[in-house]
Structures are given as C-alpha cells and as structure tokens.
C-alpha cells in the first residue's frame, strides 16, 4: 500500500499563497505588511482622548490595526479597506472568526473610498500611493477629521503630533487634522 507524500500538496499551497501576495503586490502597488505591535501602540496613544463615530483603515492588509481600533472604539463603525485578494480573505475572516462587531471589511481601492463621514482615517501605505491620498483626503474629509500615517508622510499636510517609534528605523507616526 503506497502512502501519500503531503509535500507536493504543501508546496503547492505556498506556492499559490507566494504567488497571490505577489500578484496582489503588483496590482495594488502597495505589499501586504503588517503593522508593528510598538507602530499600533503609538497610533492608539496618539487618538486616545477622540471620540470618533466612523473610523477608516486604507490598504487594512491582514486587519490588525484595524480590530484594534475597533476594539479601542467599540462605540465607532469601523471599516477595513484592501484591495489585494489574499490579505482581504485574511482579514475578512479573522473577523467572522474573532470581532470585533463594530468591523466591517471591504474589497476595494482606498483612492476611491467614500470617506465623507470619517472622523478618522488610518492608514500604512507606501509613498507612491500616499502622494494620490494627499488630494483624495484633501478633497473629501470633512474639516477636523483626523488622519493616522504609519511611517509615511502625507505630502502637503502639516502633522498636529508626531511621534517616532524606538525600532531600527526610528519609524515616524504622523497625526493630522484636516
């Protein structure tokens, strides 16, 4: 009797999950990375006298700032935006699995996300796309919103706070009003 090898089918699966986060890497521009423990940490200290209503996370990734701050703000609506396919599903069910209740996740392009009603914008994404956000929260956050920026300026806008994280890079964390 002759047993099955698994090998084949786990390098199979890596594979496919190399290749998704690639592909989704190439057409969002923008690679799935995670936001870091002390980064979350800042960010949350940074708005932890706000009380905003609607929260948004752009490029949301596998979702871990964005269950924290609906955890920090369970009063909030929260909503996770990504757009590449793999981290998407991730984050989409890790909240089915484990909430928080007030997180929704969607499948979409941040720069055409209608952001009107946001009291807070977070977000972790590269310069090349931070520079089309500029414009994009210019023209549609409502005065006094407040926008969260791990490790990446946001051309134009002057930070209300900053602060930079004790790790290899001495990353920034931006805090902006609009």
Not at 3 to 22: D, K, M, R, T, W
Not at 121 to 126: D, H, I, R
């Amino acid at each position: 009797m002759e047993i099955l090898s698994l090998e084949p089918i786990v390098l199979g699966l890596v594979l496919a999950v190399i290749a998704l986060v690639l592909g989704g890497t190439v057409w969002s521009r923008v690679p799935p990375m995670p936001t870091s423990t002390k980064a979350r940490r800042a960010m949350l200290d940074l708005v932890a006298d706000a009380r905003p209503g609607v929260i948004y996370e752009l490029g949301a990734g596998w979702g871990g700032l964005a269950a924290a701050l609906a955890r920090r703000f369970p009063d909030a609506r929260v909503v996770a935006i990504e757009l590449s396919p793999l981290p998407w599903a991730v984050c989409r069910l890790r909240v089915l699995l484990f909430g928080p209740a007030n997180l929704r996740v969607r499948w979409g392009n941040a720069l055409k996300a209608d952001l009107r009603d946001a009291d807070l914008v977070a977000c972790f994404l590269c310069p090349e796309v931070m520079a089309p956000l500029d414009s994009k929260l210019a023209d549609s956050l409502k005065p006094g919103t407040l926008v969260l920026s791990n490790a990446f300026a946001l051309p134009g806008w002057q930070p209300v706070d900053q602060v930079r994280l004790n790790d290899l890079h001495r990353s920034p964390i931006y805090l902006y009003r609009r």
